[in-house]
């Protein structure tokens, strides 16, 4: 059974970079078959896609983030990351990591199959 | 970019009776539509991909139709579990969600 998890730091002072890793368990993040991608929830507020990225490194992201956003992954350890500078109290959301199909537009791929399980980051001095 | 509008904002209905829930785009986005289901606590659960296709394991009382600019979400007969909040996502542009309809008792 395909886990993901989310980690990283709780609390981010504003103007710091956001850091998180998502693990992933039960598949290969090598696979041909995928992206994995990352998703953002604001309390009580709805869905905003960040990016998505392949195991070659082959990236889309969400141009109102893009400038700010930067995403990697490890083969090695099966994992990918998330890393999202010069946050502000507007960036304080649930993260979501998830594995995305390879069904791509210009804009990106879809949909987004298995999620993990989001931690909340909040952004504050 | 597609902006995605998704109606009523609420939906209180009684279980056993048919949700329809709305998602209209400001453009046209062929059949390039997902829905997920998310309850309160839980992270989105995918019920619907390219308009009309049943994901993996979602019962049969889920169905999704439309193309291009209006699309659908139907559950047939409510159980008490599908009380949630449900999300249109296209990917005809950039990603983008809607603001989510809100089926509750």
């Known amino acids: 059974q395909l886990q993901l998890q989310e980690s990283g730091p709780g609390l981010v002072k504003p103007s710091e970079t956001l850091s998180l890793i998502c693990t992933v368990a039960g598949d290969s993040i090598s696979s041909t078959s995928y992206y994995w991608g990352w998703i953002r929830q604001p309390p009580g507020r709805g869905l905003e896609w960040i990016g998505s990225i392949y195991f070659t490194g082959s990236t889309y992201h969400n141009p109102s983030l893009k400038s700010r956003v930067t995403m990697s992954v490890d083969t090695s350890k099966n994992h990918f990351s998330l890393k999202l500078t010069s946050v502000t109290a507007a960036d304080t959301a649930v993260y979501y990591c998830?594995?995305?199909?390879?069904?791509?537009?210009?804009?990106?791929?879809?949909?987004?199959?298995?999620w993990g399980q989001g931690t909340l980051v909040t952004v504050s001095s | 970019e597609v902006v995605l509008t998704q109606s009523p904002a609420t939906l209180s209905l009684s279980p056993g009776e048919r949700a329809t829930l709305s998602c209209r785009a400001s453009q046209s986005i062929s059949i390039y539509v997902a829905w997920y289901q998310q309850k309160p606590g839980q992270s989105p659960r995918l019920l619907i991909y390219d308009a009309s296709n049943r994901a993996t394991g979602i019962p049969a009382r889920f169905s999704g139709s439309g193309s291009g600019t209006d699309f659908t979400l139907t559950i047939s007969s409510l159980e008490p579990e599908d009380f949630a909040v449900y999300y249109c996502q296209q990917r005809s542009d950039r990603l983008t969600f809607g603001g989510g309809t809100k089926v509750e008792i």
């Open positions: 998830a594995r995305v199909w390879r069904h791509c537009s210009i804009g990106g791929c879809y949909p987004f199959d298995y």
